[in-house]
Antibody
Framework: QVQLQESGPGLVKPSQTLSLTCTVSGGSISSGTYYWNWIRQPAGRGLEWIGRIYTSGNTDYNASLKSRVTMSLDTSKNQCSLKLSSATAADTAMYFC??????????????WGQGTLVTVSS | DIQMTQSPSSVSSSVGDRVTITCRASQDIRSWLAWYQQKPGKAPKLLIYAASSLQSGVPSRFSGSGSGTDFTLTITSLQPEDFATYYCQQAKSLPLTFGGGTKVEIK
């Protein structure tokens, strides 16, 4: 079965770029009709969708973050990545990657990675 | 953006109780709704999709209903492992949005 694992620096300085990678195992990141998503959750708070990248490389980003977000795929490494520029303390959160399946009413996030905690602080 | 409002924000219940959580969308999302369970320090886990379809492997005591703007997640006969926070999520339009969560606590 497909498993996802996030990785990246746990501490980022303000104004720097937050960079994370999601490694997919148990299946090819480029097979099927899937979206690969990034979702974040500040401590004690709810979930915020950051954006998604399709297997074709097409992307959709949350407008609230669009100017700072870049997502990409590396099919040779079976990875997707997230870059969030000009980081501030408000970007401190647990970051999850999740595969999205379904194309209509049956759209859902499954599976999810375990998450990686990123703190933005000097 | 479509706003998702869950109620209550928390509920205290006992093992064996029936628990109902409500999710309201700010506009018609037809059946484009999923429910997730999250335990502390863990990733969310898919329970229900398409408003009422049970994810494979999820116990049948979980059920979802509703369409349009009003949705319900019901847990019949609450079990100890069900104490967690539950989120609804709409997939009708971008940005994809989640409800604020409902924490099910032990009474």
């Amino acid at each position: 079965q497909v498993q996802l694992q996030e990785s990246g620096p746990g501490l980022v300085k303000p104004s720097q770029t937050l960079s994370l990678t999601c490694t997919v195992s148990g299946g090819s990141i480029s097979s099927g009709t899937y979206y690969w998503n990034w979702i974040r959750q500040p401590a004690g708070r709810g979930l915020e969708w950051i954006g998604r990248i399709y297997t074709s490389g097409n992307t959709d980003y949350n407008a609230s973050l669009k100017s700072r977000v870049t997502m990409s795929l590396d099919t040779s490494k079976n990875q997707c990545s997230l870059k969030l520029s000009s980081a501030t303390a408000a970007d401190t959160a647990m970051y999850f990657c999740a595969r999205a399946v379904g194309s209509g009413y049956d759209f859902r996030f499954d599976p999810w990675g375990q998450g990686t905690l990123v703190t933005v602080s000097s | 953006d479509i706003q998702m409002t869950q109620s209550p924000s928390s509920v205290s219940s006992s093992v064996g109780d029936r628990v109902t959580i409500t999710c309201r969308a700010s506009q018609d999302i037809r059946s484009w709704l999923a429910w997730y369970q999250q335990k502390p320090g863990k990733a969310p886990k898919l329970l229900i999709y398409a408003a009422s379809s049970l994810q494979s492997g999820v116990p049948s005591r979980f059920s979802g209903s509703g369409s349009g703007t009003d949705f319900t997640l019901t847990i019949t006969s609450l079990q100890p492992e069900d104490f967690a926070t539950y989120y609804c999520q709409q997939a009708k339009s971008l940005p994809l949005t989640f409800g604020g969560g409902t924490k099910v606590e032990i009474k």
